[in-house]
């Protein structure tokens, strides 16, 4: 089984992820942010993935080591859940429209972690959330998860709708990239039998 489960303690905040790579999309999150839980209810979704997150996070100064430190735990897990990385597909694409907004994901499970970043929201915030705090969500779970990822916003014109349209090319490209390849099921997906380091 793809499992992965990890806990995170610091003194900003308390998280438990639990998450299955072979799952229905089920979900159980609750990150004291609705946004970012309303956000990875998505991902679990559309990714296909059974996704649990508790946080516990110091919400009242503001929401940025909650989101950070929330990537970087789904990323840890979901590294745990790919193992070696043994007969993944490996590379993933998606665009997804979400009304007015349309956004390009692209991802190598290659683990060398890489993020390229190309959006633009239209105002600061969303709601009490910083607009800004969505790349750090992306580059933690980048970062911890060995993710080579390019994220890219053609356009858009409602910062809910640009966010969402993130979350669910990332979605619908993670799903295709863990997916098993029944011809290399053996095998890691590169020449040089290994994931990461140098090309």
């Known amino acids: 089984m ?3 489960r990890v806990e995170r303690k610091t003194h900003e905040t308390e998280i438990l992820v639990e998450l299955d790579l072979d799952g229905t999309g089920r979900y159980d999150v609750s990150t004291g942010v609705g946004f970012l839980d309303h956000m990875l209810e998505q991902l679990s979704r ?6 649990t997150v508790r946080c516990k996070g110091d919400t009242h100064i503001d929401f940025h080591h ?11 897990a979901f590294d745990r859940a790919l193992g070696e990385r ?11 429209p979400m ?8 991802l190598d499970l290659s683990n060398r972690p890489y993020l390229v970043w ?5 105002r600061d915030k969303l709601g009490e959330m910083d607009t800004e705090l969505f790349k750090e969500w992306f580059g933690a779970f980048a970062q911890a998860g060995g993710v080579t990822l390019h994220v890219e916003t053609f356009y858009g014109e409602n910062n809910h709708h640009i ?15 863990v997916e098993i390849d029944p011809r290399k099921a053996d095998q890691v997906p590169s020449t040089k039998g290994v994931l990461g380091g140098s090309l």
């Not at 909650?66 to 840890?76: H, K, Q």
């Not at 043994?86 to 998606?94: E, H, K, P």
């Not at 190309?118 to 239209?122: K, L, Q, W």
């Open 2 to 4: 793809r499992t992965g």
């Open 46 to 51: 559309h990714a296909l993935i059974d996704l």
């Open 66 to 76: 909650t989101t950070e430190d929330v990537g970087i735990a789904i990323g840890e």
């Open 86 to 96: 043994r007969g993944i597909t490996r590379y993933g694409s998606a665009i997804a």
């Open 99 to 106: 009304d007015e907004a349309l956004t390009r994901v692209a």
């Open 118 to 122: 190309r959006v633009d929201f239209v």
């Open 163 to 177: 966010a969402e349209s993130c979350f669910k090319a990332l979605a619908r490209a993670v799903r295709q990239a």
